[in-house]
């Protein structure tokens, strides 16, 4: 598949939250669940309902409202299944149907700081993790992409989402990340998105990027 097939969207509907969380194996579908209350002989629920149910804390932009810190604030961003046709595509069609044409997924988070902090990287370079020189800066985690769209440029076209996220927002001067040091795929892809270790422990990396 070339990369200029692959299709992004920044999540922006309760519906498309949920897809995201199906593909992260962290719920049931709607559809699976109005089965699943039809077969407990339960009256008929509507897709509305069961988007209601399965999303609590979630407004219907798809943010979730209830963020553990007051300084962050979160966006995520899907790779979708584009079927061109052919019985491979409508195989992973079928593959991707629960949670709607989704392939990948990625996590951007802005964390802020109530007070002025250093930006330089003689500082960053010289630390081991995070700490409280850190300026305003996005963290980007939960980059995911199913088995069989791996090697596609999927991943690529979710790093270069957040990025170009990041660069149209006031206030981050970084994008941080953390990997393990044993998947050199991924830290392949992020060398190559412009990333460099900050710092390193017995099994993960920090990895930055300049805005």
């Known amino acids: 598949m070339d990369q200029t ?6 999540v922006e509907t309760k519906q498309r939250a949920l897809d995201f969380r199906v593909f ?3 719920t049931v579908s709607t559809s699976e669940y109005i089965a699943d209350k039809f077969n407990e002989g339960q009256t008929i629920v509507t897709e509305t309902d069961a988007i ?3 999303m609590p804390g979630y407004d219907d932009q798809g943010n979730y409202i209830h963020h553990s810190s ?3 604030r979160e966006v995520q961003f899907v790779s979708l299944h584009s079927n061109e046709g052919g019985l491979e595509e409508d195989a992973l069609s079928r593959r991707y149907e629960r949670q709607n044409g989704v392939t990948g997924v990625v996590t951007a988070q802005i964390r802020c700081r109530d007070s002025p902090v250093s930006s330089s990287l003689q500082t960053l370079e010289a ?3 995070f700490g409280e020189d850190l300026p305003q800066h996005v963290y980007l985690a939960n980059l995911r992409v199913d088995d069989e769209m791996r090697r596609k440029g999927v991943g690529s076209a979710l790093l270069n989402a957040v990025i170009a996220y990041t660069q149209t927002q006031d206030g981050p001067e970084l994008i941080l990340l953390n990997v393990e040091l044993d998947n050199l795929g991924a830290i392949q892809l992020y060398e190559r998105g412009g990333f460099h270790f900050l710092g390193r422990t017995a099994d993960y990396g920090t990895m930055y990027r300049q805005v």
Do not use: H, Q, V
Request: proline fraction near 6%.
């Open 127 to 129: 630390m081991t993790g």
């Open 5 to 10: 097939c692959i299709l992004i969207e920044k």
């Open 70 to 72: 007051p300084n962050a």
């Open 24 to 26: 992260r194996g962290f």
């Open 52 to 54: 209601n149910y399965l």
